[in-house]
């Protein structure tokens, strides 16, 4: 019998017409709830350089033959080697933080991650390090309601996911395709919605200083702080120490997932260079 999410996922897909529609995507994550997947003939992709980043040009791909397979510049670092399992392939992230590869007729499984965790929800993701990974249970989420956002992929991609460790300054934090969060210089941090300037949600803080910063922390605690370390805001949710990831949704909701349960490539002492890159 199919389980409760995979008639949402089912459902959500036919709504938007994904099951037949392939192509290309800058979205690089996909989530158990609300549930999304990475169809037949889809692709992830992550390219900063654009921006002055030097981060990408990294794909994932759902090819036909039922493989995924992870490209950086052109060149396959990583596959899950399925090719003949099945065909019409697609991806999927459970309730439980494991990564499905379905057979797309039958909707049976052709390979697993083989980790699972405590029923929540979690994210599968195209890192900046060019390898994969999934975060959760959800551990923090704003307060605004989810709004059902246009399933099209944008056609430049933006950063939309913020990681431990990070530190970012006044400015934009995180954007997806319409909807933006800002640290402003009054220090009030702001999901806005840019087509109708409509604000979404916001910590409601203010400081006369400017060294004010959002960071997250090794917990999944998200800050924001000012004059060396004093915290004008905070989530108030933490949970075990390690690695984290604070998203702005497709839905213009903000998650704070963790701690990373699964990846292909850890990332070890590059944290560090990736956060200047941002910051400077």
């Not at 033959?65 to 396959?76: A, R, T």
Request: proline share 5%; aromatic share 14%; with cysteine.
């Amino acid at each position: 019998m199919a389980s409760a999410t995979s008639v949402r996922l089912l459902i959500l897909l036919l709504t938007f017409g994904l099951l037949s529609r392939p192509g290309s995507a800058t979205d690089f994550v996909i989530y158990s709830d609300p549930p999304t997947a990475l169809l037949p003939g889809q692709m992830f992709h992550y390219d900063l350089t654009p921006q002055g980043i030097a981060y990408g040009k990294a794909s994932l791909v759902m090819q036909p033959d039922c493989s995924l397979v992870l490209y950086f510049h052109g060149e396959k670092t990583w596959a899950t080697n399925t090719t003949g399992l099945g065909d019409n392939c697609y991806l999927t992230i459970d309730s439980n933080g494991e990564a499905i590869l379905h057979q797309r007729n039958i909707h049976y499984p052709a390979r697993r991650s083989n980790l699972t965790s405590v029923l929540g929800s979690y994210a599968f993701l195209l890192q900046w390090n060019e390898g994969l990974g999934i975060y959760g249970p959800a551990i923090w989420s704003s307060s605004n309601e989810g709004e059902l956002s246009d399933p099209e992929p944008s056609n430049i991609t933006t950063d939309y996911v913020f990681y431990s460790y990070s530190v970012l300054p006044i400015g934009k934090i995180l954007e997806y395709k319409n909807y933006r969060l800002v640290l402003k210089d009054d220090y009030n941090v702001v999901l806005l919605d840019t087509n109708t300037g409509e604000i979404n949600w916001q910590t409601n803080t203010y400081s006369p200083l400017h060294d004010c910063f959002t960071t997250l922390d090794a917990n999944g605690e998200l800050f924001v702080e000012h004059n060396r370390r004093d915290i004008l805001w905070r989530s108030n949710v933490t949970s075990t120490s390690y690695l984290y990831i604070f998203v702005l949704r497709y839905d213009a909701k903000l998650v704070i997932y963790g701690p990373q349960l699964w990846t292909t490539k850890p990332f070890g002492r590059c944290m560090g260079l990736y956060f200047e890159k941002l910051v400077g």
